[in-house]
């Protein structure tokens, strides 16, 4: 992250979420961290955990305390969490990790990644989450990546599917937004269409996301005039991914294949 993009999310946030993909195998990540924490700006921290041992790492997190370290768990061994990964070593990583913080004195929560590859260790995730944790949640709608493409909907468990409360709205763009690695500002993770660049326009630019967003949010497409929508469960851009993917109605939709949506 650039020193030009910190100082305009110094200006425009008081509550910054580093996320990614990996957060911290960005080479300014401490940089950054740092610089936004001694502007006392309320700091979280999404991690696959795997380079939460490091020295730097637990020396800047005890030195400088954030809000929230929260810790991705996908699997309680080797041969579930490293199939879901991809990566050889993963699972052992995490583990020493979250050994690491504990030790460090550093509190992390914990969100259980439930998908095929894990389900039959939810109960052992969970105990591994209660030792490390002061929190842990289950996550199981794996969504289409941010452009629609299909291929993670593969990870989803039926038993994990749902649960997600009424959409009632959401201020993304309004109250919050979210920022990519070029400095590209959008509503949030999701809903990344019409990105306003901070590179160029700074802070100002911000002024004009609340549009952006409200229109990012409006029922178009296969989701227009659904007589189903006050008790939809998904948001509209996430609904969008979902459709630009094919995916099956279940996945996201209270229609039945068939059925208009």
């Known amino acids: 992250m650039q020193f030009q993009l910190r100082h305009v999310l ?36 999404l991690t696959n955990g795997s380079r939460l ?27 579930a969490a490293d199939s879901l990964t991809r990566t050889k070593g993963s699972f052992r990583l995490v583990m020493k990790g979250l050994e690491a913080a504990r030790a460090a004195g550093i509190p992390v929560a914990i969100t259980l990644i ?6 039959h260790e939810a109960d052992s995730m969970r105990d591994i989450a209660r030792e490390y944790a002061d929190r842990f949640s ?3 709608s794996i ?11 593969a990870a989803q ?25 070029f400095g590209l500002a959008t509503m949030c993770k999701v809903g990344r269409e019409n990105p306003i660049d901070l590179m160029t326009n700074g802070v100002a630019g911000l002024h004009g996301l609340p549009a952006l ?11 227009s005039g659904c007589k189903l929508s006050g008790t939809c469960r ?7 991914a979902y459709q630009l993917a094919k995916a099956p109605l279940e996945n996201y939709c209270q229609h039945r294949e068939g059925e208009s949506a």
């Not at 041992?53 to 041969?79: F, I």
């Not at 969504?143 to 909907?153: A, E, V």
């Open 53 to 79: 041992h490091r020295d730097e790492v637990l020396d800047t997190l005890t030195r400088m305390p954030p809000h929230k370290v929260t810790v991705s768990l996908y699997g309680a061994s080797e041969e």
């Open 157 to 181: 468990s039926p038993r994990f599917l749902g649960g997600n409360t009424v959409f009632r709205g959401c201020p993304a763009g309004h109250t919050f937004f979210h920022v990519d690695p």
């Open 138 to 140: 289950e996550y199981g």
């Open 213 to 223: 967003a409200d229109a990012q949010m409006l029922r178009t497409g296969g989701c």
């Open 10 to 45: 110094s200006r425009a946030a008081h509550w910054l979420q580093l996320t990614g993909g990996e957060p911290m195998i960005d080479r300014d990540f401490l940089k950054a961290y740092a610089y936004a924490y001694e502007r006392g700006m309320l700091l979280e921290i």
């Open 114 to 119: 439930m998908t095929k590859h894990n389900e």
């Open 234 to 240: 998904v948001c509209r851009p996430m609904a969008k």
């Open 143 to 153: 969504s289409p990546t941010y452009d629609g493409q299909p291929d993670p909907l």
